[in-house]
């Protein structure tokens, strides 16, 4: 079994100021990870992804995450957050060879105030 | 546009009463899912199929049921046994293990 801890449900941040959203998990098989983000009654969309590879994965806009294989972390960051990162972000795990299926972690809202 | 389509955005039903969830896809993917949000509990998988006339159930599937007749379409009924219909409902398709998923802008169900 599969199972996702995102350690902050909200984490409140001034414009341009770096930023750190935590994501632990545990499996007993290998998985893939996904950082998505939605915005306010929208679906998800994939912001970046780990499949294999270089542990240092990042988005066009800016984020990265870090797969830490002996600490089961994905930690999402950005070094300058703006007024439009605002949104709920979600980490998910995807066992091998299970079809393809999320199991995701509860989200953190970020919110960037001016 | 390739994308994934549900309707309607929302949807209001009384009590004791089953509801279908329409998810359409034509991005020509094999895999497609059906996952529940409430506040503060993330995403949970209700139902999956990886292939046309087969499908699994997810973590929370009680209550509900799918069909999938078509690679382009994963209908989702909503029974009245499930005990607490009230929710945002999300499908998404994929191309299977390992591929990111394409998820659909959602509908919210009402249930009083």
């Known amino acids: 079994a599969q199972s996702v801890t995102q350690l902050d449900s909200q984490v409140p941040v001034f414009e341009e100021a770096p930023v750190e959203l935590r994501c632990n998990y545990s499996?007993?098989?290998?998985?893939?990870l996904f950082w998505y983000v939605q915005y306010p009654n929208q679906g998800l969309q994939l912001l970046l992804k780990y499949l294999s590879g270089s542990t240092l994965v990042e988005s066009i806009n800016g984020f990265e995450a870090e797969f830490n294989k002996s600490q089961t972390s994905f930690h999402l960051r950005k070094p300058s957050v703006h007024i439009s990162d605002t949104a709920e972000y979600f980490c998910a795990v995807s066992p091998y060879n299970q079809g393809g299926k999320l199991i995701f972690g509860q989200g953190t809202e970020l919110s960037v105030k001016p | 546009d390739g994308g994934i389509t549900q309707s309607p955005k929302y949807l209001f039903r009384k009590e004791g009463q089953n509801v279908t969830l329409s998810c359409e896809q034509n991005l020509n993917h094999d895999a497609m899912y059906w996952y529940r949000q409430d506040p503060g509990q993330g995403l949970r998988l209700i139902y999956y199929?990886?292939?046309?006339?087969?499908?699994q159930k997810g973590d929370i599937a009680e209550g509900y049921s799918v069909s999938r007749e078509k690679k382009e379409s994963f209908p989702l009924t909503v029974t009245s046994a499930q005990k607490n219909p009230t929710a945002f409902y999300l499908c998404?398709?994929?191309?299977?293990?390992?591929?990111?998923?394409?998820f659909g802008p959602g509908t919210r169900l009402t249930v009083t």
């Open positions: 499996s007993s098989v290998s998985v893939y």
């Open positions: 998404a398709s994929s191309r299977g293990s390992g591929s990111e998923q394409y």
């Open positions: 199929s990886q292939i046309v006339n087969d499908f």
